[in-house]
């Protein structure tokens, strides 16, 4: 598969004005992120690229900021050089090392996380994986069902194989995303995850401890009255990819109509991760 980059140059007087730009052009397919000097690169596969959808959705910002992009498009022999070239190792709350395959291990670390990096979004490296990852390390997930929603390199369903759930659904709508959850869960030899390709009409007709979902607004709000469907009563949700202002609030409202309880969140960058539980009976 082919890519576009897209190297964006930003004069901003806000983080937050570069968030919206990058959180706009995840809705229309960009799905990978990487921040540099003076701004930020954005990937897109070649055949889901347009023009049209890009002019519109820069429109929105052209009087807000100043922004310029140059577009490179890589060949898909290329891509894996581009991911190792720009993939670091993270650490996280001193107890969380994320690492590629061709970096080397992290022993002083309670939990390692071992990824191949290739086309999925979702290396630790973005505010919200990092926050849900935060979130999760404070939780008690020993012995819980859980379900990720758009799961991507399977971070977190592995880690929450290694903080003690049992039994862990990740879903994702896109094949690369489901192909390489199996592939991270085997590197990471977890062997309690079920990966499953598609959206919220796939989610097992089952009931959960623990709901993931690190997405964007838009997805959220339509997915939650079937994320209430499949949790528990007392059962925790977190959820993240979208901002503080005004996202946090439309949320929560939403949530609350369906029984889903406000209870805290982590911020980074105008990003948001929030925990919610289910206060209702099904």
């Given at each position: ?15 937050y ?6 959180n706009?052009l ?7 992120f ?10 897109i ?15 929105l ?8 992009y140059e ?8 891509w894996?050089e ?5 993939f ?10 994320v690492?590629?395959?061709f ?6 670390f ?21 926050m ?8 008690d ?5 859980v379900?990720?929603?758009g ?8 880690m ?11 879903i ?20 309690n995850?079920k ?17 993931l ?6 997805i ?24 503080e202002?005004?996202?946090?609030s439309?949320i929560?409202?939403e ?12 911020k ?15």
């Amino acid at each position: 598969m082919n890519y576009y980059e897209l190297l964006f140059t930003t004069i901003t007087t806000e983080d937050y004005q570069q968030d919206l730009l990058i959180n706009t052009l995840g809705e229309i397919g960009f799905d990978t992120f990487e921040e540099v000097d003076f701004g930020f690169k954005a990937y897109i596969p070649s055949a889901e690229f347009n023009q049209d959808k890009l002019d519109d959705a820069l429109s929105l910002y052209k009087d807000m900021f100043s922004f310029s992009y140059e577009t490179t498009l890589i060949p898909q022999k290329n891509w894996n050089e581009v991911w190792e070239s720009n993939f670091e190792p993270l650490e996280i709350g001193n107890k969380i090392s994320v690492r590629a395959t061709f970096h080397q291990p992290n022993p002083e670390f309670p939990y390692e996380i071992v990824i191949d990096p290739k086309m999925a979004f979702g290396t630790g490296h973005h505010q919200t994986t990092s926050m849900m990852l935060e979130l999760m390390l404070e939780n008690d997930l020993e012995n819980k069902k859980v379900l990720d929603m758009g799961c991507g390199t399977g971070i977190l369903a592995i880690m929450a194989s290694k903080l003690g759930a049992n039994e862990i659904t990740a879903i994702d709508y896109d094949p690369i995303c489901y192909a390489s959850t199996n592939e991270n869960t085997q590197l990471n030899k977890v062997l309690n995850v079920k990966a499953i390709c598609g959206s919220e009409d796939v989610i097992p007709h089952e009931q959960f401890d623990i709901i993931l979902a690190n997405i964007n607004r838009n997805i959220l709000l339509d997915q939650l009255p079937r994320y209430k469907e499949a949790i528990k009563p007392g059962g925790e949700i977190y959820l993240s990819g979208f901002y503080e202002t005004p996202d946090l609030s439309i949320i929560s409202d939403e949530a609350s109509k369906l029984g889903l309880k406000y209870q805290d969140h982590k911020k980074n960058k105008d990003w948001v991760a929030a925990k919610f539980i289910n206060i209702s009976v099904n």
